[in-house]
Nanobody, 127 residues
Framework: QVQLMESGGASVQGGGSLRLSCVAY????????LGWFRQAPGKEREGVASIYLDRPFYTFYPEGRQGRFTISHDDAKNTVYLQMNGLKPEDTAMYYC???????????????????WGRGTQVTVSS
């Protein structure tokens, strides 16, 4: 059974940076995707970034967010990272790691396509 464990969430001031980590257990890096999603209270879950592990330059970001957030992975550690810079109060949310098989090298950011989910790590950004 795939297990995903996130860490790295914290309370930071606006403009600060955080790096989230997600360790994937019982999960084969390869033709699969790992992604980061977030959900703020009262809002729908939204995709933040995803990566095709067989081709690490195949990354997916929502329009307008690629500049501040960067997804990467370390095969040796079975870990995917989300580097977040220039954090804003509107980035406050629970951040989740998720996994899915890739579809012809495509991962996307639709939460319904991701099969396995971690429990989340909280990020709080103050102004």
């Amino acid at each position: 059974q795939v297990q995903l464990m996130e860490s790295g969430g914290a309370s930071v001031q606006g403009g600060g940076s955080l790096r989230l980590s997600c360790v994937a257990y019982e999960f084969t890096f390869g033709r699969n995707c790992l992604g980061w999603f977030r959900q703020a209270p009262g809002k729908e879950r939204e995709g933040v970034a995803s990566i095709y592990l067989d081709r690490p330059f195949y990354t997916f970001y929502p329009e307008g967010r690629q500049g501040r957030f960067t997804i990467s992975h370390d095969d040796a550690k079975n870990t995917v990272y989300l580097q977040m810079n220039g954090l804003k109060p509107e980035d406050t949310a629970m951040y989740y790691c998720a996994a899915r098989p890739a579809s012809a090298g495509f991962c996307g950011l639709r939460s319904a396509d991701f099969e396995f989910w971690g429990r989340g790590t909280q990020v709080t950004v103050s102004s």
